[in-house]
């Protein structure tokens, strides 16, 4: 599977307590509860930077001459594989009204990328056949796009997110076939930098199901789609290509556009505003707000976005030496006002060093992100660290090093858990953190003389498909 991760807490060494290192356990802990009672509560903190990642949208993802050029291909692969006996006979063009397919999500992180979410959602198919700044998605909202020329938006286009062409161009970020079917056309080996409206083909994988529909998946990356020929059948799932920025687009991202058996465009979504289909097409449809955090990480200096098709330049970093600048910064999607999001950093002792909170200053964000730099205390304690950010009920960590690592940790290791409500420990801040990290590494040495083995209560072992999150 291209995007499964996982990873369990379990029994980890813990020290036998005996009388000094109890005394000296119940003194950090008075101190700390004594000197940190004004940092219990975070305060609201304005971000050093970050803000909107916009998505543009001023070009359509296939002309409409490109689209009837496609839609005739495939017509003609199609009645050739059902001569060769590949495909079954042509089916009734009956309305789809029911679900035709379950459909899974098409987007993930390949092997080994363990952020807890990869994608956004740039638009919706637009439902208002009218143009300009008409706009209809399938929940009656206006998230999709049309342009003057009089092109309304026939499909679902779903952003890598963040630093989309740093990741494109390592091929992190994947497209899986969301049914089972067969392979009816390939398009590939186009440019795939592209960053407005133009005549150059995109590169894409068309698949048609066991129903009749077809599925176009649009944008890929040159030289990155499945070696399976026209013909050949892929299950749900299966790895068709890396999401790319070919033919008319602006910026990496995938292109879904669906069809019934008669050649009708379909929107997947079930809602209020879509008359195409009456049960949502998806196995697990997804909110329409999918508010979650994409990534957390720490950086040596502000993230870089350059202008298209440059790729960002993340500067992340997870081993640091104490008095080191580090910016801490959470990647969301779909954020809106009023979500609030709590920030913690603890150190390896376990104290919390610093907590805050934050809010989006606007309604509704698609793709946003925010840091905040800190300067490392010069007697940090040295070992594993965590940087936490909890949103929406969900608790999102990263680890990282202060001091030298053993192993360095993979950058981009974010495990999403659940909450629970004051699992982060309070500390102090200011001139109390320096005792308080004083007394913590008189305890650490009393620990290493005093090494025993002990099974804590296990964190509940976290397993997530990047697709689902």
Sequence with gaps: MHDQASRTYGCRRRPRANGALALAMMWVSVLAGSLGAAGAHATSLDPDGGGRHAIRRTAPCLSAAARLRVAARLRANVEALRRRGLLPPGRATEPAVARAVAMSWPVVGATGLTAPGVHGIGAFVDHDATYPDHLRDYSCGGRSYDVSSGYNHQGTDIFSWPFSWYRMDRDEIIVLAAAPGTIVGKDDGNYDRSCGFGSTPWNAVYVQHGDGSTAWYGHLKSGSLTTKDVGETVAAGEYLGVVGSSGSSTGPHLHLELYDSADRLVDPYSGPCNDTIGTSWWANQREYYDSAINLIAIHSAPPEFPECPEPEVPNLQDVFAPGDDAYFAAYYRDQRANESSTYTVVNAAGTEVWRWDHSSPAEYYEASYWYWMRRLPTDGVHGKWWYRVTY??????????????????????????????????????????????????????????????????????????AAEM
Excluded: K, N
Aim: net charge positive.
């Design 392 to 465: 929406l009920g969900r608790e999102y960590e990263h680890e990282f090093w202060v001091g030298d690592a053993p192993t360095p940790t993979p950058t981009g290791d974010v495990t999403p858990t659940p909450t629970a409500g004051g699992s982060v420990p309070s500390s102090g801040q200011g001139s109390g953190l320096t005792l308080v990290a004083l007394m913590g590494l008189a305890l650490a040495g009393l620990i290493r003389r005093h090494r025993g083995r002990r099974c804590v209560p296990a964190r509940a072992a976290v397993h997530y498909r």
